[in-house]
């Protein structure tokens, strides 16, 4: 008969430490970077490796190829009488480098109890962490299978997710799907995701010569794709608020209710921690519940990067024959992003008819829940992984898989989230933490138990 | 008694056609770029050899150090008594190098009579040219003295070149000042400058952050440097028509009189050439006297280039701590530099107070004649050289050395330039050709002809 033990889960998961270490640092040196098309080969590396790492731990795994990276999926399958627990997770990184890493982002280094790489917390952690719960579950006789789908295009919008998984869907039954990719409130204040933002991304190019000019003999008369674009890009939001002018954008957005927003206060959310925790010096408002509702429950039309002219020292007086802005647009429910691209475009046509506009993958929002078994089971687990109880908030950050994974494996998707605002995702000088490995594995058993009672 | 004959200077310059093209290599295989700091010791090397080469035709020449880069003086006194020319040219270049560049930019190619590399028509090419004139008129004993003044810092908008003047201007006196960094109307079409455009150039700079943020963890409520910058950017240009938007920027512009106006309408200009000579696709207006004034006679404010954020393949969603706008403005007769600065200033800090401008060097206008016995024997050489009347135009370009030559120099300057406009000014795959060597060569000796008989 199995007990839910604390004390006895926190013993196990402390004897393997070291192996846990290795293993994230295995997988961490990886460059798993799913938007660089020169990281081909890292992608089925680290697919194989972690396949194998389910191996090493007693279950079956596969890396199974799609039209882009692979999948890997694994099972501890002890009995296909148990009820069974679906855990995604992604092992394809964010690109990373640069100036403002004090380390290489591609070597572990261990400070204290603190994982430096990129991908520690985004989300190889995380995967690392169930993986040792599920393991814990196996070998300590708890009733219930665990199934796991770990996917290699989380960071370029899941383009293959959906047709790998309507194939491979019937093979997984499953009674709760658990994602372990979201954040907390701060440290010391677990979260649950209610909801996540969807995302379009797009590239907004201009081409208006075939070479750089020298901006004497042809300025004047001589269209600037950068100015252009910039026009575009001030026609598309507002840069002070943040308002979005694409007109009908707002239509679909679905308000959060009284009881979302009583939760988001109830959150210990506080605006100098989130400014801290990622190197802000001024936010658009300071009020506490309108950064929350800014970040979790509202539209946005960030740009990235703006490519074309010069980048070097001093200022090259050419005007370049092109130019590339790369967009997004977080989207809330009931938003689409079929849609949002649709008014997109359809607005920066009017605005520049010889802009084109490659879209990259659209993730749909996801309206999760706060009440319920399934939404019960998680917070216990949570409380008794960590000690304090969890808020319910929003995840700002999308997960294309989500709302794949409800459609598809036909059962709820709840989320014990491991990662902390400063462990920076995306951003550089990423870490993750032995504190969330030592919390995480009791709360990822708990709520194994909780579905084995079912 | 010198007699000028232009079939003796094509014999002569015919037969040193191997040691132009020798030099040539020599000076544009040394990548003089002033624009970026690893190429502090190329400046030196450069300077040295330009030296070098005056020493070897006969003058003398010093290499003489500013608080920037080097300034290469050289005469070829015969006797002090003789009017002397005083000829200008630059030996900086501009950045050169990426995908569109079909050789090596700074190896030197030679296709048939074509010279290709970054800085062979400018300003190079015509250097070496004025100097084998300089060198023709000594030896075949025309009653001239010659001077030179080699800049190496025109490229980054000449900041020592007026202090280092005033302090060896009295060594240089001298009755005509020729400038040979201008470019012709077209092919087969020479052209002499009445005037130059200004130029203040800048880096406008906005940190809102530390370090890059996921845009879903922090989106909505962090500020978007480059979002912001690009509103900053469209509130400055109307980017459809080129009209600056900065309040009282137009307000001191000249416009070009009747008989100006005449002139550029019989330049020869021709919307189409131009269009291939830059490989432009749409221009913001098709008629011919327009585009002339746009490029010649108004002034712009261009963007350069937009640093910050992700410049690699996909989009990365994250939100960048800082970006940089890199800009111009060229300026008219009679605008000044520092009112244009300040003007930007003023609508730059109302529009958003924590961009950061920082200003380059700032050149003045210029406006020269079109008529006197100067201008007259500038056009009389380049008809002597070419065996077709220039056209009287503006330079959309800027040579800060020009005021403050004549300024300090007290003497009239006259442009004999030899660049075609397919050459390419700072643009990719940059070339010279020997036809202009070949008719540069006695145009040059022409003018120094009249001006012997002064």
Same mark, same amino acid.
């Given at each position: ?81 148990? @009820? ?8 394809? *990184?964010? @690109? =990373? ?45 708890? @009733?219930?299978?665990v199934r796991f789908l770990w996917e290699l295009e989380e960071e370029i919008g899941s383009p293959n997710f959906e047709s790998f998984l309507s194939g491979a869907a019937a093979e997984v039954p499953t009674q709760s799907v658990l994602v ?9 204040? @677990? ?25 004497? !003999?042809?300025?004047?008369? =001589?269209?600037?794709? !950068? +100015? ?56 658009? +408002? ?28 001093? *200022? ?8 590339e802005a790369k967009i997004s647009m977080r989207l809330v429910p009931n938003q689409s992003p079929k849609k949002a691209l649709a008014l997109l475009t359809k ?31 998680? *917070? ?22 989500? *709302? ?13 989230? !491991? ?36």
């Amino acid at each position: 008969m199995f007990e839910l033990s604390k004390a006895a889960i926190h013993a196990w998961i402390r004897e393997r430490r070291a192996s846990y270490e290795a293993r994230l640092r295995t997988l961490v040196e990886i460059p798993s970077i799913s938007m660089d098309p020169s990281h081909h080969d890292d992608m089925q590396k680290c697919a194989a490796e972690a396949a194998r790492m389910i191996q090493e731990f007693g279950g079956t795994a596969e890396v199974r190829q799609t039209k882009g990276f692979p999948c890997v999926t694994g099972a501890f399958v002890s009995d296909p009488k148990f @009820p069974t627990v679906t855990i995604y997770n992604h092992l394809d *990184v964010q @690109p =990373a480098g640069g100036p403002e890493w004090q380390r290489e982002p591609f070597r572990m280094t261990i400070d204290g109890d603190r994982y430096y790489a990129r991908g520690a917390t985004d989300d190889k952690g995380p995967a690392l962490t169930a993986l040792y719960a599920a393991r814990y579950a196996r070998e300590n006789g708890l @009733p219930i299978n665990v199934r796991f789908l770990w996917e290699l295009e989380e960071e370029i919008g899941s383009p293959n997710f959906e047709s790998f998984l309507s194939g491979a869907a019937a093979e997984v039954p499953t009674q709760s799907v658990l994602v372990s990719d979201t954040i907390w409130v701060k440290r010391g204040k @677990p979260a649950v995701s209610a909801g996540l933002r969807g995302l379009q991304s797009a590239t907004l190019t201009l081409e208006t010569g075939s070479k750089d000019t020298h901006s004497g !003999l042809t300025g004047g008369a =001589a269209r600037n794709p !950068l +100015t252009e674009l910039a026009a575009v890009l001030a026609a598309c939001v507002d840069a002070k608020t943040g308002k979005v002018k694409i007109p009908g954008f707002y239509d679909a957005v679905i308000k959060p209710t009284k009881e979302e927003l009583a939760h988001f206060k109830a959150s210990g959310f506080s605006v100098a921690a989130f400014k801290q925790a990622h190197g802000l010096k001024k936010l658009r +408002t300071n009020d506490a519940l309108d950064v929350m509702k800014r970040i979790w429950a509202e539209p946005t039309f960030e740009v990235h990067g703006i490519v074309g002219g010069y980048q070097g020292p001093g *200022v090259k007086t050419a005007v370049p024959p092109r130019a590339e802005a790369k967009i997004s647009m977080r989207l809330v429910p009931n938003q689409s992003p079929k849609k949002a691209l649709a008014l997109l475009t359809k607005h920066v046509k009017k605005l520049n008819p010889d802009v084109k506009i490659h879209a990259e993958s659209g993730l749909e929002p996801y309206r999760g829940v706060t009440t319920g078994e399934l939404a019960q089971a998680a *917070v216990d687990a949570i409380t008794f992984g960590f000690g304090t109880k969890p808020a319910f908030v929003r995840e700002g950050g999308s997960i294309g898989a989500v *709302v794949t994974m409800r459609k598809l494996l036909k059962a709820p998707v709840m989320f014990i989230g !491991l990662s902390l605002p400063e462990h920076g995702y995306h951003a550089p000088n990423e870490y993750f933490d032995w504190g969330q490995v030592e919390g995480g594995v009791p709360a990822m058993v708990a709520y194994f138990a909780k579905i084995a009672q079912r």
